[in-house]
């Protein structure tokens, strides 16, 4: 289980999302943490779209990883991979945090770790992220976690979409 100086990241099985699909008194329960009301913004079709992945053994350990929060037990957002390393070596992050625990270094200090993570997995060459086609706080944690802007995509639902990308080590 990675660790940063706050953070406990808990990888999530099959068990664990069907729990935060109960709800979050469940998952407090289950997992022996607090669970804010809103702890995240990516809701359950993401939990149930990991889930989903996870029914594949050869996935684990790429979909979710909960933020455990270890000064206060409390899970603080989500993240982790979308998927496992492919065919090039790359492996895509994205990452939440709770607005009462944002503004506190927290959300680099889960990016950077995330990153560690995937390139102790020696198929890891790269990983990258997407954001929003402008400046603003993912933008300024990728920054911060060694990622450069390396490209501008037109979505035809989001609009424009800067991709990012750490190369290996």
Known sequence: MPETPNLTLLPCDVEILTTALKGNHELASRLNITVPEAWTEFG?????????????ADQAGWWTYFPIHQASNTLIGSGGYKGKPNEEGVVEIGYEIAADYRNQGLATEFCRALVEHAFKDGRVKKVIAHTLGED????KVLSKSGFLKTEVIEDPEDGIIWKWERGDR
């Not at 149930?48 to 992945?53: K, M, N």
């Not at 603003?136 to 933008?139: C, D, E, K």
Request: negative net charge; charged residues 30%.
């Open 44 to 56: 359950p079709l993401a939990l149930e779209y990991s889930r989903e992945r996870l029914a594949d």
């Open 136 to 139: 603003n706080a993912s933008t």
